[in-house]
């Protein structure tokens, strides 16, 4: 039974496409994060939820827009993908916002803009 | 000054060596502190929290030192299975995001 599960795990597109990707948690968590990870393997927050309020955004470009319809739900849909958004892209949410626990983090959805 | 500095590494050791990682961190009024393990092209896993008093699970031994501003991660017996990459992570403020190192490569050789 996955814990924090995203979709989909690979996306290929070309630059100027719109794309979405998903992400539930059934760990019954209050808060919820997107982070991106680069080449260089560094973990950047981009967005954070608490129970469907935003309280975090990051210096991120606006084509980056989160939407969380519920608390266990979490999704970014990107638009006008450009190469630079290639990265790959982790869900993770925490039992509270306060991060006493640290995170559970989804498989990670590989994102390739050609 | 980076948030949270790790030695990149990687470090290459045979099986059953003593390995340690450092991590120093910027933020004095840092709350709470993670190591993470990231296996290749996985997501990134809890492996252990960090308390002052430090704290053991096994091979692995945690410490930290506030006044140094200073995490370190000790792997006794290193095991082919120890090849990941270890983070080093930061909650600097209740309520805000985790602050994540570059992390450390750690490739463990028969």
């Known amino acids: 039974d996955t814990a924090v599960s995203q979709t989909p795990k690979y996306l290929v597109t070309q630059m100027g496409n719109d794309k979405s990707i998903k992400c539930e948690q059934n760990l019954g968590h209050d808060t919820m994060y997107w982070y991106k990870q680069d080449s260089k393997k560094f973990l950047k927050i981009m967005f954070s939820y608490n129970n469907k309020e935003l309280i975090i955004n990051e210096t991120v470009p606006n084509r980056f827009s989160p939407k969380s319809p519920d608390k266990a739900h979490l999704n970014l849909h990107i638009n006008s993908l450009e190469l630079g958004d290639s990265a790959v892209y982790f869900c993770?949410?925490?039992?509270?916002?306060?991060?006493?626990?640290?995170?559970?983090f989804g498989s990670g959805t590989r994102l390739t803009v050609v | 000054r980076k948030e949270v500095e790790q030695d990149p590494g990687p470090f290459n050791v045979p099986e059953g060596a003593t390995v340690a990682f450092n991590c120093t961190y910027s933020?004095?009024?840092?709350?709470?502190f993670f190591w993470y393990r990231q296996d290749c092209r996985k997501e990134p896993k809890l492996l252990m929290s960090v308390y002052s008093s430090g704290n053991e699970d096994g091979r692995f031994t945690a410490q930290l030192n506030r006044a140094s501003q200073y995490i370190s991660l000790l792997i006794r017996d290193s095991k082919l299975s120890d090849s990941a990459t270890y983070l080093c992570v930061v909650n600097p403020t209740q309520g805000g995001k985790l602050i994540f190192g570059q992390g450390t490569e750690l490739s463990v050789k028969p």
């Open positions: 933020n004095s009024a840092s709350q709470s």
């Open positions: 993770a949410s925490s039992q509270d916002g306060r991060n006493n626990y640290g995170y559970t």
